[in-house]
């Protein structure tokens, strides 16, 4: 069974940056899709970006492109969500998920929920002056 840990979340001024982690138990993270899931203060969890097996997709939502970057460090079996150039709008609580991959391709597409099987307890990003 994989857990999964997020860390990294934290108040930080419009502008500035963050790096989140997300970090496995129980299995490496090179054989799966690995996404990370925003909730928004009153809103539904959202799929904002993920990367595929051997990093051959990845996907970012508009509205983090140019600013979010996902990366995958095989040799200290983490995911990384660096975060700069953040906005007020930012803030939510960020979970990390995974899910067994195959094809490399899960990625080509925005993430949803109902494909990923294990879950993280999130962090809190607080983008506030």
């Known amino acids: 069974q994989l857990q999964l840990a997020e860390s990294g979340g934290d108040l930080v001024q419009p502008g500035g940056s963050l790096r989140l982690s997300c970090a496995p138990s129980?299995?490496?993270?090179?054989?799966?899709?690995v996404a990370w899931f925003r909730q928004a203060p009153g809103k539904e969890r959202e799929g904002i970006s993920c990367?595929?097996?051997?990093?051959?997709?990845?996907f970012y939502t508009d509205s983090l492109k140019g600013r979010f970057t996902i990366s995958r460090d095989n040799a200290k079996n983490r995911v990384y969500l660096q975060m700069d150039n953040l906005i007020p709008e930012d803030t939510g609580v960020y979970y990390c998920?995974?899910?067994?991959?195959?094809?490399?391709?899960?990625?080509?597409?925005?993430?949803?929920?109902?494909?990923?099987?294990?879950w993280g307890q999130g962090t809190q990003v607080t983008v506030s002056s």
């Open positions: 998920a995974a899910v067994p991959e195959f094809s490399g391709r899960l990625c080509e597409e925005k993430p949803t929920a109902s494909e990923y099987m294990f």
């Open positions: 129980g299995s490496t993270f090179e054989y799966y899709a």
């Open positions: 990367i595929s097996i051997s990093d051959r997709s990845a």
